[in-house]
Structures are given as structure tokens and as C-alpha cells.
């Protein structure tokens, strides 16, 4: 018992390793988690206390984005690379999962076809292409939502990393990487729904969509598989691999001649952190109900960044409060003054980077250094 | 000399309507008193009111009359207004006089012009007039008479046109003319296109095998389409060996040489893609060569003197032909001082963190982009083009230039030869390239970095602009012009590799030329992927690009 508090402190407790205040921070979800959602079951609608549906799934969308902010903090807080392509993998995750409940719709569909989803009857399709096949096994589905966002990493990372392509290069290249996909998955021949997407989902594993308690469950699920994330994340960083990983991000050139094989361990981390990015837009289609190539558009993947530098790269917590905070003033902002938004985003992006650049969390960091410094000086004074 | 008389007419008319919208009210003529009573004789007269009274299907005999009236009175060039004005479907008659005139559309309104002399009627009422209906037959008929017309035209550019255009429609009576202008016919171009007519209604329709076979050896090498149809008809049903090989042949011969100009004319378009990304891109590759910072808001530089053309051609609005020549420097002077801004304002405190700089820039250019729009409007803009560089060159029947993307060629060039002269011959270049090479021995050696680093940022930055202007000529302009191009501007940059001038020129019309020659095979989206997949791998393979600078540079 007494080794099992010992190693739950140590996870929680050492302030200067990373995703130190886990444990704050995973209470504090926890608990607006159950809050939220037995308020909005329990409570008569017309209660103070109760929460409606909708926010609830906007709750739900957020923390799907700060999962996928915590894969890019993950990447670039702790090694260095900066990808501007990560809405990539969070769309092949969404599009791998939009494909299972595409075909859970059967003949529910506008042409009542029990086997091609609407969009591939409305193209004169008269057989399901390959990559449809299986994809209404949900156990399937859920293999992709990894294998595919994590096998595109791994290829392109190989070929990036063993090449020592780094910087400003690989971050554009990241970019072309999602623009490309932007490009194909437009095209109606790639068999994903070109420019609509795919939407209409009717219900997952049995469950309705719609139903209140479906909502609640996906959000349930999102919170769990966030702390899942974080913790995972954690850990990873703080194990033998992490401090190589930090490693590589302070000086690469020395971390190789000391005899690590620093290509390896960037593209595994690549990959993990696609492979969480791609889980995240699985997560983000349901509640949603739609995934369409915007999301592999180049400012998307570039806002993830922007959330990741206001909270605070290479804290993971920063990464994800990052999130939630640009998430809801977007929400806030472009139902009032919708035009203002892009001036307010692109303005957050140079003070950030002037200003802040450790983002929030740093900012309190120095706060704190501060209040201790003056509290040492005044220490000092005293005596005399 | 008529050409000038009818330009000349239409400048009048032009300006009097100009004079016309500044006057509140027209003055109370009586109702259709301007119009001319045309210059002819009764006869001709009867017959064009006979044209106001005819239906549809029987107008056709009328003019004919009226050609063969007006050929003996010979007054037929008169006449060619009018049947130009019919064939526009612009030819209308006074409901009581019956008098014709004609409605054109001036500045969205619909404004009456007398027929034969083109003077503007400002008497009329709009519902005094009615339409003379024409149909595809009658356009056949007219398109043919104005042809014959202009045969005997004075300049010879417009008779080469006439009987170009007669190709398709040859019959006995047309031919005769044809041998009959042949004789008394001057100019090289127009006798041969003459023969070629003439051949290929002898291949047609002679009996005589040894005749059509002539006709063949005259027709073979010609590009026209009428000729390649012609000869495609005929080869199925010739029945003579000989002529049945010789038409193979030079069908043979035509499509080779077809497919070669095809060829060339791919060329033209892949290095007029790459003059455009040659453009977006070299003022990127400045910046990156000299300061190694990715401006994310290079492709609002590239919007900026798009819409600075907009601007000026707002302002100037009679001044449309010269408006680019002020368009240029202008574009240069906003998107210059906008980088020289940028420079001064973020990217100097954001010195050594390249990461930062590629987001902050970034924010820029989403406020650029948000300024224009609501400035402007999302809406797209149309930048108009001066004459001089719309229409095309044509250098023959099948191959075709388009001006403006032969002179956005030219100026590439031209662009490139400056920077390169800036670069390598001015003392400002010598720094630049100190600076490129190794900052703080450039810096130790008393070079002002900083100040270097503002203005290489501008000159990048104004160069933009410059593409900005070319650009506005090829599409549309709207606040999403520049966020098309910096992908792939950057790609031109990497490509070429770093700092080098001649590596983006090179590279910039390689991937131009690529993504023309595989756009016919897989589709222009697919074209542009694979270029993108290209360079993803190139870059495995050669990480500095295509040039790489070499030596301790490189360091």
C-alpha cells in the first residue's frame, strides 16, 4: 500500500519534471466531468444547475482538440519539431472512424442503399472500393484510427528524420504533407465523400447519435481517454526514452555522437503523437457528426499550434488549457463578431511569439520566480 | 483606310455618348428625327424596309437582293455595317417609320445608333423599336456575305481572315471569285491561303484523278483545321490509289507536325507556370537565403500588389492602357514597405528562433488577409488588362500565344536580370551576400546586419508585390491570392536550394514545365500532388536543393 502511495506521489508530485500539477489538473476534469454529466441527466431542464446537451458536446469538442493539442506539445515542446500538417492525422483518425458509422447507416441513407453509403450511389458506384471493406466492424475501424494516422507518420517521418531534414523545412514540408491530402480528399474519386465528407451518421455501436445519453457517454470517453493521454505522455517523457527525446530537442548533434540513434527515437515519438492526434479526431466525429477535407486544411493544422505556444509548450497541462481557452473564445467570438475572429487569431500568433514566448504556463512560472525572489530579498532584509 | 474611317466613327460615338450622360434630359426632338435617311436609292431603300416586313425564314432572299442591288450600285462596302450589325442580333427598326437602327449596349444601358453611320439617336424611346430577328441560317448567310465583303477589303490581314473563314463554306460561286481576286492579288500571305481554298475544292470536287492529286501536294503541311477535316473526308471516299496515298501521307505529315506545335504550345504554358512560381518565389528566397526566416506572409506581399493594381485602376480609371506601368512601382513601394514594417516591428526580436518567426508571420498574414477582406470584400476583383497585352499571337492555325502570359514571361526575366545585377554589382548586393554567408564576420567586418536585414527584407518583400501586379493580369484578385502560393512558392525555394538565384530560376520553371506535362495524363489536382510528392522526396535525397551553396558558406 504504502509503495503503491510512493509511486502514485512521485507521478504527481516532482514540480519540475514533465506535466508536473498532473494531479490538480486531472482531479479538477474529473470533476466537472461527473458534474456535467449528472446534471444534465438528473436535473429538470429548466434547473439552475442543469447542463444542456449542447454544452456538453461542445465540452466534448473541446477536449477532443486538447488531445490533439497535447500530441503537437508532445512533438514540439519536448523535441523540437514543429508540425504544421498534425490536422493531417486528426482527419485520418475522423475519417477512419466517419467510414464506420457511414456504414452503420445502411439503408437508413437518402437512396435506401443497405451496402454504398449515399455519396457513392449519388457517383454510380456499383461496389464498395477495397478500403470500405471491413469498415463497419467496429473493432476494425478503431485499428485504422491508429494504424493509418501512425503508418503515415512513420513513413514520413522516416523519410524526414533519417535524411535530417529539421526546422523551418520540415515544418513547411509538414504543411505540403496536409495540403496534398487537402488536395486528393477533395477529389471525388478517392472514394471519401470529395468536398461534402461524410455526414448523416445515424448511430454508433447500436447507440443513437442524438440521444442524450450517447452524448454524455462520447464525452465521458473523451475526458477518460484525455487523462489516459496525459498520464501516458507523462510518462513516456519522464522515462529513459523522454530525457533522450528532450535531448535531441537541446542539441541533436550531440545526443548522435554520444551514440543514440536520434532519427529513431523522433519518428517513434512522430508516430505516437499521430497516432494520439488520430484517436482525438475519432473521438471529435461523433460528436460533431461530420468530418469533410477542411480539416486537413493548412490553418487548421497550424491553429493546433497556436493553441499549443498560449498555453505553453513542453508542459503538456499549457497544451491543453491552450486549447480550451482559444477553443471557447473562438466560439465566443465568432457567434458575436465573426470578422473580428481572424484579426484576434493572427494578433494571438505575434504577441505569443514576442511576448509570451513560454505561453501561460511559463508566464506563471515567472510570476512565481519572482514572488520567491522578492520573497528571499525581503528575507534578507529582515535579520538587518 | 476604312478601318480607320469606322474606328474613327466609333471614337464619335463614343464620345458623344459620354456627352449625352452628362445632359439630364434629351432635348425634345421630335421622336426619331436624328436618323440618317441612308445615302441610297430608292431601290435599295424599298429592299430594306422590305426587311422590317419579311418573316424569319424569307430574309434570307431579301438580302440577297440587297447584295446584288447594292454590288451593281456599287455602294456593297456600305453596306457592311449593317450586315455586321444583323449578324449581332444589335439590328432593330422604328416601329412606324420603319427605319433601321441599331442598339447597342453602352455601360449597361441601351443606347440607339443609326445604322450605316453609327451616330448615336438619343430621340428614341426604347419601346418605339423592335427587333429584326436573325437565326443560325441567316448568321451562316451573313457571316458568308461579310467574308466575300471584306475579300476585297483594303488591308490584307483582313482578307487573309476573310478567306480563313470562308474555308469551311466553299462553293462553285465562291471559288470563281476567288480565281478572279487571285489574279489582281499582291500579298504572299493571301495568295496562298487563296490556293489552299482553291485546292481543296479541287480535291473535293474535280473528276480528274491527276488534278486531285496536285491539290494534295498543295494542301499537305498546311495546319488549318478545315484542311485536316477535308482530307479526312475525302481519304475514305477516294478511290484513286495514288491520290488515297498521297492524302495519307500528308494527313500523316499534318498530325506530326499538329502534335509537335502541341508541343510547343505545352512548353509555352508550363514555362508561363513557371514564370508565375518563378515570381511568387524569388522574393521568398531572398529573405530565406539571407536571413533564414520563412515569411509566412510572403503570399500577402503577393495579395498586396495585386489589389495595389486594383487600386490604381480604380483611381485611373480612362487610363487602363499606362495604369500597369504605374501599377509596378507602386506594388513594389507598398509590399516593400509592408515587409520593411514587418521586419522592423516582429522579425527583429524574433532573431535566431526560426520556429517563432514562421508563426508570427503567420498571424500576419491572417491579418493581412482579414484587412483586405473587410477593406475590400471577400468578393474576388477583376483587374482589366490593357489591349496591348490581350489577344494572342498566332503563329499558326493550331499553335496560339496569349500575350499577357507572354509578356508575365518576359518580365520574370527582366526581374531576375535586376535582382541578379542588385545582387552581384551593387555594394548593397556585396553586403547582402556578406550577411548571407556568414552573419557575424559580415557584422565584425562593420556591416550594419540590421539594417541589411530591413531592407533585404523589403527588397523580398517589393519583389512579391511586383508578382503581385503580373498575377492580377493571369486571375482573379481576392484576400485568399497569396495563402495559394506560399506552399508552393516555398517548394520553388527549396527545390532550387538556398540563396541562390539561378537555383529558383531553374527550379521554378522545372516544376512549371512538370506540372504542365503531367496535368493532360492525370488531372490538375493530381498533377499538383505529385510535384508535391516529388519534392517531399527530393528533399530525402538532396536536402540543400538543386544548387547548394558550397564551401564553408554552407556552414
Redesign the interface.
Known sequence: MSLNLNTLSKLFDRGDQPGSRTLPFVVVLLVVMVFASISNLTFPTDSMFYVTTYTITLLGKYLCFAILALSVDVIWGYCGILSLGHGAFFALGGYAMGMYLMRQIGDRGVYGNADLPDFMVFLNWDQLPWFWQGMDQFWIAMIMVALVPGLLAFVFGWLAFRSRVTGVYLSIITQALTYALLLSFFRNEMGFGGNNGLTDFKDILGFNLQEDSTRIALFVITSLTLIFVLLLSRAILNSRFGKVIVAVRDSEDRARFIGYRTERYKVWLFVYSAIIAGVAGALYVPQVGIINPGEFSPISSIEIVIWVAIGGRGTLIGAILGALLVNYAKTRFTAVLPEVWLFALGALFVLVTLYLPKGLMGFVEQMKARKLQSKQRNMQELPS | MRAIVITFMCLISLLSSVVYASVDAPLGNEMGSEIETPPFNTEIQNLLTEMTRVKLNKVIPVLKALEEQAAAESVLDQMLPMFNTMLNGELYYVKKTKQLVAIRKIEGEKKHFSVFKQELITSLPKKATKKIRVNNKVRRFLRETISRLQLSAGDPESREKAVISLLSELDDSTIATLKELKETEENQAVLEIMAVAIAMHTLEHNQDAAQRLEAVTALSGRLEREVHNLLVKVEIAEEDLHVKKAITKSLKLIDQQISNYEFVDKVFFGLSLGSVLFLAAIGLAITFGVM???NMAHGEMIMLGAYTTYVVQMLLPNAIEYSLWLAIPLAFLVSGSMGVLIERL?IR??HG????????T??????L???V??VFSPLNRQVESPTWMSGTLDINPVLSLTLNRLYILAFAFLVFGLLMLILNKTSLGLNVRAVAQNRNMAKAMGIRTDRVDAITFGLGSGVAGMAGVALSQLTNVGPNLGQSYI?DS??VV?FGGVGNLWGTLVAGFSLGLANKFIEPITGA??A??LV??F???F???R?KGLFPQKGRAAE
Open positions: 533564414g526566416v520563412i516582429v526580436h524574433l528562433r526560426p520556429l517563432e518567426t514562421l508563426l508570427a503567420f498571424g500576419i498574414s491572417l491579418i488577409q482579414q484587412l477582406r473587410t506552399i516555398f517548394m527549396v489536382v493530381l499538383s500532388i508535391l510528392v519534392i517531399i522526396l528533399i530525402q535525397k536536402p
